[in-house]
């Protein structure tokens, strides 16, 4: 790789031991992909994965005191993660105890680390930051030092920033350096599709199964999606937009996707078309008995999986504002046909502190509040995250959180009518 | 016996169990569950992982095409470095991925922790390796099964 007299200034101790590692860090990664330079990263700000004072996870902490002590902290700004803990989410005595006292017990630490280094606030913490409310929207063109599978993937595909699918640690490292190395999605080569998805569905795909089959068919390659535009149109409108969120979180976890583009509809395919499709591309048809299949396939880790539901989560990620107000008026509707005044099932909805306090301020808030329904600004995977809930019977409609907990899922639609009283799940 | 020849990502050599993921490996579902609990064998808690779920991770030389999920997954692998609970090495079929490379390199550049990591060894090696093979990895990326 080539450095600037700068990097290499840096790499070689002029600003310290722990800048040089950070560098070397930065280098070693460009090296392994080919990277001839580093480029500036030009957002205004970062995004970590990170947001949680996880016990186990001390050497990390030990790492960014590392950082702190160093002087390091003036990087750009970030927004973070979400929180694993909100005192309104349902939790037992034991489930507080448990969270408390073996697994966040460096919390605090952790977050006072995070406002040290650059945290934009308790505001910033979520995962979708790009949303409007959040502000941590980055332009097209721009190049990222982010982590988080699902942020980073609707950067690249639906706002057409660019980067690659950092690590947790390594995305503030390029924060705090400036600049990160020039490869993968950062280059023009690196975002051309290898994979043609012809989606020839009859009735609208659910966004978190077609996003889960494109990723665990195209894992880590760039698809190029067809047959959208039937159901989310060829402008970016917020309902787009909302769908486009979900379909790529499911595609990043459940798969190792970082950006897609969609004919028609994403920046890049509608300024490139087809020629963004690489010559010898291979194709995956999508019809519904596909995506039937997909979700028959996933296995149910419950101990009892004829157990009632316990617990229900919607919004991994987190869920937009117009989201937090179509699924209102659904629930609401749904509790009428069913004579129901509050969900038959304790439901959190999860969505960032800026939208949730938007939220509340209009006349949704009181309704959703009247069904029952928990708003939180909390991770729900972090929640989940310990053997109690291993032995709890929670469902949602989040591809991520099944993928990474017991959680089963269920689509929109039956998630609805579980919480309505209108079936009793499977 | 059989040798492939990869490329060295994080020098190193070991010899150890083979334990082979046929397809894409979840680092974060992978470890979660037993780096937070203190599992002492490093049992794999992915669930979508069939050819590893419930099985000892630690000290294995980890076969597999590459590393799929969340983007914490670097900094899992990081921590299971500094906490010397990492696999004995990871081979990869596939060229690395960019989180088991960001884990890789923090682990190396920031622990004490030895994981020699060697990629692009090609399908060829995994479809030769099997689970419990013993696997040699030398300095310049070869890896022999016996």
């Given at each position: 790789m080539q450095l600037t007299p700068e990097q290499q200034a840096m790499l070689d101790g002029a600003q310290g031991d722990i800048m040089a590692k950070i560098v070397k860090t930065l280098v070693m990664y460009g090296d392994t992909f080919g990277a001839q330079r580093m480029v500036p990263v030009t957002s205004k700000y970062g995004h970590t994965v990170i947001s949680f004072g996880l016990k186990v996870m001390n050497p990390v902490y030990d790492l960014y005191d590392q950082l702190i002590r160093a002087g390091l902290p003036q990087g750009q700004k970030f927004t973070a993660d979400p929180k694993p803990l909100d005192p309104k989410v349902p939790a037992s005595l034991l489930d507080k105890l448990v969270f408390k006292k073996f697994m966040y017990t460096q919390q605090e630490r952790y977050e006072e680390q995070l406002r040290t280094l650059g945290v934009t606030g308790d505001e910033g913490y979520t995962c979708a930051c790009y949303l409007d409310q959040v502000g941590n929207r980055p332009e097209k063109g721009e190049i990222l030092s982010w982590a988080e599978s699902s942020a980073v993937i609707y950067a690249n595909s639906v706002l057409g920033a660019r980067c690659n699918r950092n690590s947790g640690i390594l995305e503030l490292m390029g924060s705090i350096a400036g600049f990160v190395p020039e490869f993968g999605l950062l280059t023009d080569e690196g975002r051309r599709a290898s994979w043609v998805v012809e989606v020839r569905c009859k009735?609208?795909?659910e966004a978190q199964l077609l996003g889960s089959a494109i990723g665990m068919k195209v894992l880590e390659d760039v698809p190029y999606i067809k047959g959208m535009e039937p159901w989310l149109g060829t402008e970016l409108d917020d309902a787009a937009c909302a769908y486009l969120k979900d379909m790529g979180a499911a595609a990043a976890s459940n798969g190792a996707v970082g950006l897609y583009h969609v004919a028609n509809l994403t920046p890049e395919a509608k300024e490139q078309g087809e020629a963004l499709?690489?010559?010898d591309a291979r194709t995956y048809v999508i019809d519904d008995a596909e995506l039937e299949r997909v979700q028959r396939s996933y296995p149910v880790i419950w101990k009892d999986p004829g157990a009632k539901p316990e617990l229900c989560f919607v919004g991994c990620p987190h869920m937009s504002l117009q989201q937090l107000q179509d699924w209102t008026d659904a629930v609401e509707t749904g509790l009428q046909a069913s004579g129901l005044k509050k969900v038959a099932v304790p439901t959190v909805f999860t969505a960032p502190v800026p939208i949730i306090r938007a939220f509340e301020a209009s006349p949704y808030g009181a309704r959703l509040k009247a069904t029952g329904v928990v708003l939180s600004y909390i991770c729900p995977l972090m929640y989940m995250n310990n053997p109690l809930c291993k032995k709890k019977a929670v469902i949602t409609s989040s591809n991520k959180l099944r993928t990474y907990t017991s959680a089963r899922y269920y689509t929109e639609a039956e998630i609805l009518a579980v919480i309505t009283g209108k079936e009793g799940g499977k | 016996m059989k040798q492939f020849k990869g490329r060295v990502v994080v020098p190193g050599e070991c010899s150890a169990e083979a334990l082979v993921s046929r397809g894409g490996f979840n680092t974060l579902a992978s470890y979660q569950m037993a780096l937070m609990f203190g599992d002492k064998e490093v049992k794999c808690g992915d669930q979508n992982n069939q050819d590893l779920y419930k099985k000892p991770m630690l000290n294995k030389a980890l076969c597999l095409p590459m590393t799929i999920g969340s983007t914490t997954g670097g900094m899992v692998l990081y921590t299971a470095c500094a906490l010397h609970k990492q696999p004995a090495c990871m081979l990869f079929?596939?060229?690395?991925d960019s989180l088991a490379a960001s884990g890789a390199i923090l682990g190396s550049v920031w622990t004490d922790g030895k994981m020699p990591v060697v990629d692009s060894l090609g399908q060829e090696f995994l479809d030769a390796v099997r689970t419990g093979d013993t696997v040699t990895v030398g300095p310049d990326g070869l890896v022999t099964i016996n």
């Open positions: 009735k609208k795909p499709i690489l010559e | 079929s596939l060229p690395i």
